[in-house]
């Protein structure tokens, strides 16, 4: 039996997962932008109980000196850090600084306006929890 991760099918959902994030970012970026963040599909589930929503869960790494786009989630995000040390934000809010076993929340109505490798030299990754409507993007741009 194919390890589902592998299967064509999570190929086809990773990469629909990666392109609104790189369509997020200007379309000529200047030399000094910082390096895009790694997104690997981990698993999604519909929830039985809450028709029309489901689980996504994303294993997200930055790059030394990595960034997010200013962007949203129109759903409740969950992170939890795994390694590194990363920087978080949403708009009204307070800059996070985050270390591994520490969390981060974002609410659907939150504009993610900082997201962020604290380090210049070291990869940080983290687990993002999505619980968003089936058939919605999971990145979309900020309003």
Do not use: C, W
């Amino acid at each position: 039996m194919r390890h589902p991760l592998r299967s064509r099918t999570a190929s086809r959902f990773a990469l629909a997962i990666a392109l609104p994030a790189l369509m997020l970012a200007p379309a000529s970026r200047a030399q000094t932008a910082p390096p895009d963040p790694i997104v690997a599909a981990l698993f999604t589930q519909a929830l039985a109980d809450a028709p029309g929503k489901e689980v996504l869960m994303l294993k997200v790494t930055y790059p030394p000196g990595g960034a997010d786009p200013v962007h949203r989630h129109d759903a409740h995000g969950f992170i939890y850090v795994l390694d590194g040390e990363i920087v978080m934000g949403v708009r009204g809010g307070q800059e996070v600084h985050l270390k591994p076993g520490e969390t981060f929340y974002e609410g659907p109505h939150d504009v993610h306006t900082v997201g962020r490798n604290a380090s210049q030299t070291r990869p940080a990754s983290f687990v993002v929890m999505l619980i968003k409507q089936q058939g919605v993007q999971p990145v979309l741009p900020a309003q």
